[in-house]
């Protein structure tokens, strides 16, 4: 095509044979001069150059857009509990999880064994042996790292002020993804650690909650608990509003252990051990001399 | 019989003043007692080895205030000593208000990272404990 507007160019500038004597210009300069300009010289290495360029170009395109795509992204799973019970799901890294009611997980495996999970709501999770990749997981902005065997409750509801992370073996790193990830708590067995939502603080120390894992195992243990205390533990777990009528009573030590029992069942044994009513009003229970 | 029995209620009576004392299930609100942004409420027990430990990300040019309220025993019964992660002594200014069984200490790190609260109990009492409120005070712009 260019070959063709050159001889074509180059024909209409000889057809130009007489010029006034005041221009200093002849057919040949012209031609030169296009020549010059429109037609730089085509040597192997400009068309080398020039199909390289092209075709970096063009990978360069289809890179961005399988990187906009995800494409290589590994695939994203989520498990949602929305029934009534808990669950217990076995992953492709071996690790089991159990995920407690309204709650979820999303989790990816890269093939070089990275393993990411983000939760919502409150999960136990065991994991299998060390990993090839350390394990990373996500629950508000709370960021946990696994190394090793492990197993580790994770209490992170949207409404909570704070996330709780239980270590019940081995050890994990927790870190504020607002203070960094370089800045992280060692959380050995026996020992939990706090990560609030909104002041930017991680804290850890040991584990004195009994019940952490009620919901998981559905036993309740109270060992010289105040009232106060056994109140709110079966205000959490049966989702019921429990109200100490008389303050006398709040601080009254009670000791107990139940196994997948009704509230009613509950509150009917504490009476028993203790000089404690327990009365139901509308959707209260009142608890009174 | 008479004086048994009221001896009795009376340490009844005792026993549960000092349960009330230091149990966070007061509802107290704690945000509003002193100055500063309230930052969390810790209840501690005395433990076996009478020693509590807690580890916290602090940062750095940061005032924070570590209030001591509610103890089950006198104030000056509870000490709380701060390190580093290589559990170098972290200084700290304290006041002790013994009427109000009350204390307070500041502390400010020169470098954000993990340190270690140490709360000990000097009398080994069985189920001593206090609430430690951690404020932040001033945060340097």
């Keep these: 095509m260019n070959n063709r507007i050159d001889n074509i160019f180059r024909d209409k500038v000889a057809e130009l044979d007489s010029t006034p004597k005041e221009v200093q210009w002849t057919p040949e300069k012209g031609w030169a001069n296009y020549q010059q300009t429109y037609s730089p010289k085509r040597t192997p290495l400009r068309r080398f150059m020039l199909i390289a360029t092209s075709m970096a170009a063009a990978i360069a395109l289809m890179v961005g857009f399988a990187v906009k795509s995800n494409i290589f992204a590994p695939k994203v799973i989520v498990l949602q509990n929305q029934t009534d019970s808990i669950t217990m799901q076995q992953l492709p890294n071996g690790s089991k999880v159990w995920i407690n009611k309204n709650s979820s997980i999303a989790y990816s495996v890269r093939k070089s064994g990275e393993f990411t999970m983000d939760i919502d709501g409150e999960i136990y999770l065991e994991t299998e042996g060390a990993a090839k990749a350390p394990y990373t997981l996500r629950a508000g902005n709370a960021i946990i790292s696994i190394e090793n065997k492990a197993a580790l409750n994770i209490k992170a509801y949207p409404n909570d002020n704070d996330i709780d992370i239980t270590v019940s073996r081995g050890s994990v790193k927790v870190a504020d993804n607002i203070l960094g990830q370089g800045l992280s708590l060692l959380v050995t067995k026996g020992n939990y650690c706090s990560v609030s939502r909104t002041n930017s603080l991680v804290f850890a120390t040991s584990n004195n909650n009994p019940n952490y894992l009620a919901w998981k195992t559905g036993n309740i243990t109270f060992n010289n608990t105040p009232m106060i205390t056994v109140t709110e533990v079966l205000e959490k777990f049966y989702g019921q509003d429990i109200e100490i009528a008389d303050d006398t009573i709040a601080y009254l030590s009670f000791t107990g252990t139940f196994t997948n029992l009704s509230l009613d069942s509950i509150l009917a044994a504490i009476e028993d051990k203790t000089a404690i009513k327990a009365t139901r009003l509308h959707d209260k229970v009142i608890i009174s001399k | ?141």
């Design chain 2, 1 to 141: 019989m008479k004086t048994i029995l009221s001896t009795l209620l009376l340490l009844l009576a005792l026993q549960a003043t000092a349960n009330a004392q230091c149990a966070i299930s007061e509802k107290i609100d704690w945000s509003k007692e002193y100055d500063g942004k309230f930052l969390k409420d810790f209840e501690v027990k005395q433990s076996d080895s009478n020693v509590t430990r807690f580890s916290i990300i602090l940062r750095k040019d940061i005032r924070y205030a570590l209030h001591f309220v509610n103890p089950s025993t006198p104030i000056s019964n509870i000490k709380l000593y701060v390190s580093d992660k290589e559990e170098y002594p972290v200084p700290l200014n304290t006041q002790v208000d013994s009427e109000k069984n009350h204390s307070v200490s500041w502390l400010k790190v020169n470098e954000t990272g993990a340190y270690h609260l140490y709360i000990e109990f000097n009398e080994k009492c069985e189920n001593d404990c206090v609430v430690m409120l951690l404020y932040l005070e001033e945060e340097e712009e």
